[in-house]
Every structure is written in structure tokens, then in C-alpha cells.
């Protein structure tokens, strides 16, 4: 089942994340969409930009967790999600993210991606994956920290503390803020980008990108996250997780 929803409309794309029974948690199919998606847009010169938010009121409450539990070292070194997610970094028009409700792992981490980042009154957004044993394996930790600086983002990651829309546009983690919901402003951001000089918005993205971004320490958190799917503590860490207990991590 498909769980992703398109529309064009006047010179933009809307892209709605649609699997509300799991909170929009980012499953390999989904992120494999999301991807082809994006491809078939940054080709089409009836797109100039694209919005993407989730359905139910939740932007994305993770990665599926049921498909890393039990995910190796060398299966996540060939993991298929990988090339999903530098494709969709590798998209060269304005993305415009517009979070409710949850953004959290992986859910972040595609909120981070997108150049303007719009965050309604009930976003709650973080990186907890150390809370399972594990660190962000799609970026996602070095494109908070340089939105946020380290501080901030240690702070968010060592923890896995969750911030609210407030806190994440006083921290210059989001962009934008709403009065409610995210996604209006944002539809008004995506329109105004749609009516600008196609050409000077990809060649400022690029250069915003290239100025942000750390190739190798993009590689050595990802070798890291790599590393830990391995770990005795991922295992229990997910367990707790599904027994709504506290996780008793051993260092193994």
C-alpha cells in the first residue's frame, strides 16, 4: 500500500506523508517513494518547488523501528535506504517542510533536508535514537548541529530531549513559526518560491548546501550508526521501547 500522496499545484508540489496508523514513521517503502518521488520533480520544469508534510496531524514520528531491530552491521552497510536518502538531499529545487505534531529520528532528520522548515503550534521535534541504542543514521546530527550549533545539539542528541515549536524557532532550528497549524504558512512560503527566478534559487540551495555540510563527518556519523546495529544495547533499547519500560544498557 502506497502512503504517499501528491497534487500539483500553481508551479509547486505537494508531497503529504500518509500512514497515520504508524504516525507517519519513514519505512523503507515510504522513504523508497519519497525518493522517486522527488526524482521525477527535479526533472519537471512544471515543479519550482516542493512542500512536504505528513497526514493526521503528525509530520513523522521516526524511522519504523521494527525494521532496525533486528538489522546488521553489513545490512545496514548496503542498506537501500541510503541512496533513498541522498537522492532526496540531492534534490536541487526549494523544499519547504511544514511540521505538526511529531518530527522525530528520521522524521527530523527529512524535516532537515528541506530548505525552510515551518513549525506549527503542536510540533514536537528531536533525535532520540540514543534513547534506543543508537545515533541518527541519515544525517540528521550534523544538520541539526549546523542549523543549531553543538551545543544545542548535543544537548538534544546525548539526551534525546524533545523541544516544542517555540524552542525550535528561538534555536533557528525552524524558519518559520505558525500561529497554528504549519501547513498554511507554509503553502504561502511554497507559492512565493514557485514565483521566483528558478535558476538563482538552485544555485543558492547548492551553495547553502556546499557551505553547510561535512562530507566526511556525514560519513563517520553514518559508519557509527552502522557500528551500534550491532550492539547489545540497540537490542534492549528497542525492547524497552516496545515494553514501556526504562532501558538497562550495558555497554555491550
Avoid at 502512503?3 to 517503502?29: K, P
Avoid at 541518527?136 to 542528541?157: F, K, N, S, V, Y
Wanted: net charge negative; with cysteine.
Amino acid at each position: 500500500m502506497k502512503h504517499l500522496v501528491t497534487q500539483d499545484e500553481a508551479g509547486w508540489v505537494r508531497v503529504v506523508i500518509d500512514r497515520q496508523q504508524a504516525r507517519n514513521a519513514l519505512n523503507t517503502s515510504l522513504l523508497a517513494d519519497l525518493a522517486a518521488e522527488f526524482a521525477t520533480y527535479a526533472v519537471d520544469p512544471a515543479c519550482r518547488a516542493v512542500l512536504v508534510h505528513g497526514a493526521g496531524g503528525n509530520f513523522a514520528a521516526g524511522a519504523d523501528i521494527g525494521e532496525i531491530e533486528t538489522k546488521t552491521r553489513v545490512e545496514g552497510e548496503v542498506d537501500a535506504r541510503k541512496a533513498h536518502w541522498a537522492s532526496l538531499r540531492a534534490f536541487p529545487k526549494p523544499v519547504v517542510a511544514a511540521v505538526d505534531g511529531f518530527a522525530l529520528g528520521g522524521g527530523l532528520e527529512l524535516a532537515l533536508i528541506a530548505d525552510l522548515l515551518v513549525v506549527g503550534q503542536t510540533a514536537r521535534l528531536g533525535l532520540p535514537e540514543t534513547n534506543l541504542g543508537l545515533i541518527p543514521g541519515a544525517g540528521g546530527g550534523q544538520r541539526l548541529m549546523a542549523r543549531i550549533g553543538p551545543a544545542r545539539a548535543a544537548r538534544m542528541i546525548l539526551t534525546g530531549e524533545i523541544i516544542d515549536a517555540a524552542t525550535a524557532y528561538a534555536w533557528g532550528l525552524a524558519s518559520h513559526i505558525a500561529e497554528e497549524s504549519a501547513v498554511p504558512l507554509a503553502e504561502d512560503l511554497t507559492t512565493n518560491l514557485a514565483r521566483r527566478a528558478p535558476l538563482a534559487l538552485a544555485a543558492a540551495k547548492a551553495s547553502l548546501v556546499l557551505g553547510s555540510e561535512n562530507v566526511a563527518a556525514l560519513q563517520a556519523e553514518r559508519t557509527a550508526f552502522e557500528i551500534l546495529l550491532d550492539s547489545v544495547d540497540k537490542l534492549e533499547g528497542i525492547q524497552a521501547f516496545r515494553e514501556k519500560r526504562k532501558p538497562e544498557f550495558r555497554g555491550q
